[in-house]
């Protein structure tokens, strides 16, 4: 198809690269350095889109990241992404782009029929409407979720890649526009990093789409001069593409970049995410032209006047045949005067002020153009494009004219892009005579610049940017003298009056929020039903909330609230602005850390053995450990049942590395163990391991382990595989900011050490052939440790037990662990060792009695509680002490560790079921305790849990309840948690 | 994302460092005779001030020290990091 609207000369496009895109099926030809809107403007195309709620046909409404309307998807398959704005989708060879929000096609959607029932959509009108009866909502949702919304979300995963970025620099400018550009230049001047980021292709921000000059020649060529000026610098840097959409704490922005599109594959990274840290931050983003609301201002063919002057000038795209620009400010004039040089028909300028008769004003009439002052657009005509305006004055809508156009050019004044400003901690002011919200009190490290700043001379943007720029670089330490910026920018002299920004009503619609479908109407709506405080109405109409988040439509709708409440607009107050600026995708904020990267996997090193035997693989934290050894056609229960009963009564194997382990040295080790567990410390011998109970100052359990002396200043301790990091990190607090007479140094080895353990009656013939330590029991007793050599290793071994039988835990540097492993799986072959995972392990230590922290303690239980007081020292000084004596810490409230049986046994009790104290099928029922461990038991052959009781102590022998989700209550008795070997002769045999 | 000044090894960003909460929070002397109010006091309550604030912060990714830091709670204005032991710096007015 020819680019009909493709005007003969100008603009910054390659008029020798054409390239071909798809539009809802139908092919047509673009120019390289098009968007996806400029090149369906060249074909005449302005409807894009179906609105949101009402599914009225919609246009390109903006030149950039503020389109309310032109929403697209973009690409095919997984590659789909939804809600594109075509006014930043830059045109590529082969670019196939779809249409939203319709069925069956763009031109003729049947959701439309709700604009014709919009009198019932009101603001609120789903809270009113879709009440009862109960559970009716869900349906609701569902269709109103099917009839409003945007794009879809692909259903594929997505086959390209993100990445994440880090970039430091002493003056980090944000916007390329006239005042960034000679901000970053006069920084860089005086020797500072600067990092300059712009969304656009390239740099010149309005100076690409306006016709200034500076120093008597195109503004553009200045941008080109300053743009290599820039790039010469040593440690200047720019980045095109890249949206900075959030400003935070300390002069930390987060930016996403975009990649250069391609014609053919794939793209190495689609979005980058780059982390900025600036040590001062010159914000240059410029301003947003601000719509008119007037009646039909929503009709395709309708656009900003900014950006219909922007598809002229940059793209050499002519919007329309015959235009109306509708303006009440002298800028309008600039674009009208644009499109006319472009050699649009400008068929008249609507201007809602009195008497326009500035210099542009004068302009305009010089050139022939009609201007109707104190007038406005009080409807449009045409259904899916313009066909014409009606126009009227402001004081008697009867004197209505027809002007027949196919582009309504719309300027309402400018708002400053506040938004990085605001998430820096800036609060705006108003400023009545812009009729726009400006800087207010200072943004930490963030001076703020040129447009943004409200100024919109051409000249001051230059000068203000160019000082802003050195004294970023002098306050961030850079004081070399430069040369100061000489620019004169030949511009006339604009009238700054700007009228009214609402048009007359006649009755029809006037949108504010053109994404979100909210009128004027619908705001004064919220104020006649009570939500008079501007953060309520935007909820109940939802104003400003759409991904645009009312770049165009929040400051009208403020002057909509200001009229209907009868309060000045600061008074009526502003909504928040929230990162990010720009919607950011997912992929992008995910960036490298999707599928196995989410997390890092931690493996021990005997892991590929255990992958290799087929074990079924559990998480535990970061870790993955065996849970069970499946042979074929064998469940994980009965394979943890097999492993069970192999540790029982011959020996098993289990790989314990991921335990936690701190090696703790100096001169106040003993003491620091002695003091952070509740148990005495002080009389163990090197040579010799003890169980440690760790609490923390509420005297409530947080970790347990086997710490082990190896020489006077030298211990081991173990920590549970969980509390391995909050455990280091904590003992670290004390010997860091309280126990500063301590001299210890403690070093976290877990990853260290690979460690094997051998459990079960079989287990000293297993070893004794690997190694040269004496294992005699009478040598080698349990709770002792040592040193000695293990299959040819250098090895520690600690013999203790954390399954009730004969134990030894095997320590080897863990570079040798898969080596221990095997000479271990070897030496065990006669008495057929059995490896055993965390299931079979978890069932071992229930039957023997043996917690976990964080299945029979959950930081509310105490070692009384747990049945250890016995071990809790009477007379040192540890964490926690002092907790144990508060009230509420003893007496009969307090839960009890016991075993349960249940009277049935083969019944299994689900872990978490809650006990009640009589049989009652009245509910609810008060509740005395729950289960923490429950397993079916291979050695007692019955069920077993074990549970937490309130004065269960007090309770052996009683039966007690448990009503089960799904099926009759289950009555258990109350018994000793210990059920295996309560004598402990196997463990110490 | 702060950016915080660890006395030791300079500035860095927040995801290197782990939070401690409120600072020079004093264990009760003879905390074994202390009240019960007293001691539960020393472990349950805390200013959660608006306004500056000295809090005790971990350089877990860097030098495992723990140090002390005054920060704003609105503005999140860092104005001093000081190690263990040192003089505490004014709160700025």
């Given amino acids: 198809m020819t680019q009909d609207f493709r005007l003969a000369k100008g603009g910054r496009v390659d008029r020798d690269k054409p390239l071909r895109f798809l539009f809802d099926g139908v092919a047509y030809d673009g120019l390289a350095g098009d968007t996806l809107a400029s090149a369906l403007l060249a074909n005449g195309i302005h409807l894009v889109a179906r609105s949101f709620k009402y599914h009225r046909p919609r246009g390109i409404f903006g030149l950039g990241l503020e389109e309310p309307n032109a929403l697209v998807e973009t690409g095919i398959g997984a590659a789909v992404e939804p809600n594109a704005r075509a006014t930043a989708v830059e045109l590529a060879d082969g670019l196939i782009a779809n249409s939203q929000n319709n069925w069956p096609s763009l031109r003729f959607d049947i959701g439309a029929a709700s604009d014709l029932l919009s009198p019932l959509f009101s603001a609120g009108f789903y809270y009113k409407t879709f009440m009862g009866p109960a559970g009716a909502w869900k349906f609701y949702e569902w269709l109103i979720r099917r009839a409003a919304g945007v794009g879809r979300a692909p259903d594929l995963p997505d086959p390209d890649r993100y990445e994440h970025s880090y970039a430091h620099t002493d003056v980090l400018v944000i916007g390329a526009g006239p005042a960034g550009l000679s901000a970053a230049l006069s920084a860089g001047r005086a020797g500072a990093r600067v990092l300059l980021v712009d969304d656009q292709v390239e740099p010149g921000g309005q100076l690409l789409n306006t016709s200034y000059t500076v120093n008597g020649r195109p503004a553009i060529d200045w941008v080109a001069e300053a743009t290599a000026e820039l790039d010469r610098l040593p440690d200047a840097r720019r980045f095109a593409r890249t949206v900075a959409f959030g400003a935070y704490d300390h002069g930390y922005v987060a930016c996403v970049e975009r990649a250069v599109p391609v014609t053919q594959g794939h793209v190495r990274w689609r979005e980058r995410i780059w982390h900025v840290r600036a040590t001062e931050i010159v914000l240059a983003a410029g301003a947003i032209e601000r719509p008119i609301i007037f009646d039909g201002n929503d009709r395709p063919g309708t656009m900003l006047a900014s950006a219909a002057r922007g598809y002229a000038n940059r793209y050499g795209v002519a919007s329309g045949r015959r235009a109306v620009v509708f303006a009440n400010n002298d800028d309008a004039y600039r674009s009208a005067l644009d499109l006319a040089e472009a050699g649009v028909e400008v068929a008249a300028i609507v201007d809602l002020r009195p008497d326009p008769s500035g210099t542009l004003p004068a302009l305009a009439r010089e050139k022939g153009i009609r201007v109707l002052s104190g007038h406005a657009v009080v409807g449009t005509r045409g259904r899916a494009r313009l066909k014409a305006v009606e126009a009227a004055p402001i004081d008697d809508a009867s004197r209505r004219q027809v002007i027949e156009c196919d582009l309504l050019a719309v300027s309402g004044g400018w708002n400053p892009a506040l938004h990085l400003y605001a998430h820096a901690g800036g609060k705006a002011a108003y400023a009545k005579a812009l009729a726009a919200f400006v800087p207010g009190t200072p943004a930490d490290r963030m001076s703020i610049v040129g447009s943004a700043a409200g100024e919109f001379t051409l000249a001051r943007c230059l000068a203000d940017g160019s000082r802003a720029g050195a004294e970023a670089a002098r306050r961030a330490g850079f004081t070399a003298s430069q040369p100061s910026l000489v620019l004169d920018a030949d511009e006339p002299e604009a009238d700054a009056r700007i009228g009214p920004t609402v048009a007359p009503s006649r009755g029809g619609k006037r949108f504010v929020d053109l994404h979100n479908d909210v009128t004027e109407a619908d705001l004064r709506l919220a104020v006649r039903e009570g939500y008079r405080s501007v953060e309520h109405a935007k909820r109940y109409t939802t104003w400003g909330m759409g991904p645009d988040q009312g770049k165009t439509g929040n400051i009208l709708g403020l002057s909509v609230l200001s009229d209907a409440l009868g309060q000045e607009v600061p008074q009526v107050g502003t909504t928040t602005f929230r990162p990010p600026y720009h919607p950011v995708s997912f992929g992008a904020l995910a960036g490298r850390d999707t599928g196995d990267l989410v997390v890092p996997l931690r493996k021990t090193p005997m892991d590929s053995w255990h992958e290799k035997q087929g074990a079924l693989f559990e998480p535990v934290g970061q870790w993955r450990r065996a849970k069970a050894y499946p042979k074929p056609g064998e469940s994980m229960h009965h394979a943890a049942e097999r492993e069970v009963k192999a540790a029982r009564e011959s020996v098993g194997l289990f790989d314990a590395s991921t335990l936690g382990k701190i090696d703790i040295r100096g001169p106040g080790a003993a003491a620091l163990i002695d003091r952070v567990y509740c148990n005495a410390f002080a009389s163990l011998k090197p040579g010799n391991a003890r169980y440690g109970l760790m609490l923390g100052e509420d005297g409530m359990l947080k970790d347990d382990g086997v710490t082990a002396r190896l020489g006077p200043d030298h211990f081991h301790m173990t920590t549970t595989t969980g509390g391995a990091a909050s455990v280091y990190v904590w003992i670290e607090d004390w010997l860091q900011t309280e126990w500063l007479d301590l001299e210890v140094y403690l070093t976290s080895v877990t990853e260290q050490w690979a460690v094997a353990t051998l459990s079960g009656p079989k287990a000293r013939q297993v070893l004794g052939p690997l190694t040269d330590v004496d294992l005699a029991a009478g040598a080698f007793p349990f709770m002792a440790f040592r040193e000695g050599r293990v299959a040819g290793l250098p090895a520690r071994i600690f013999r203790v037990s954390f399954s009730g039988d004969l134990s030894y835990e095997i320590n080897v540097p863990a570079r040798h662990g898969l080596a221990l492993w095997e000479a271990l799986m070897e030496s065990g072959r006669p008495h057929g060792i059995t490896p055993y995972g965390t299931e079979a392990l978890h069932i071992l230590r229930a039957e023997k009695g043996y917690i976990v922290v964080g299945h029979e303690t959950d930081g509310t239980i105490t070692p009384y509680d747990l049945g250890y007081g016995a071990m809790v020292a009477k007379k040192k000084d540890y964490l926690g002490r002092r907790s144990l004596t508060r009230s509420g810490m003893t007496g009969p409230d307090r839960k009890h560790l016991v075993g349960l049986l249940t009277k049935d046994p083969a019944r299994v009790l689900p872990m978490g079921a809650q006990i009640v104290e009589r049989p009652s099928e009245v509910r609810p029922l008060p509740m005395i305790g729950h289960v923490t461990s429950s397993y079916m038991s291979p050695t007692m052959k019955r069920g077993i849990a074990m549970a937490l009781v309130k004065n269960g102590r007090e309770r052996m022998g009683q039966t007690v309840y448990l009503p089960m989700l799904d099926g009759p209550t289950v009555a258990a008795e109350i018994v000793s948690h210990v059920f295996y070997d309560p004598e402990n002769q196997r463990r110490d045999g | ?93």
């Fill in chain 2, 1 to 93: 994302m702060l950016l915080i000044p660890c006395p030791y090894c300079g500035e860095r960003a927040e995801l290197e460092f782990r939070y401690g909460g409120e600072a020079h929070f004093r264990r009760p002397d003879n905390h074994l005779e202390a009240s019960d109010e007293s001691w539960a006091n020393y472990l349950f309550m805390r200013k959660n001030p608006k306004g500056w604030h000295r809090e005790r912060w971990m350089h877990i990714a860097g030098c495992k020290r723990w140090f002390y830091v005054v920060r704003h709670t609105v503005t999140h204005r860092i104005a001093a990091a000081y190690k263990v032991g040192d003089p505490w710096p004014d709160l700025p007015a």
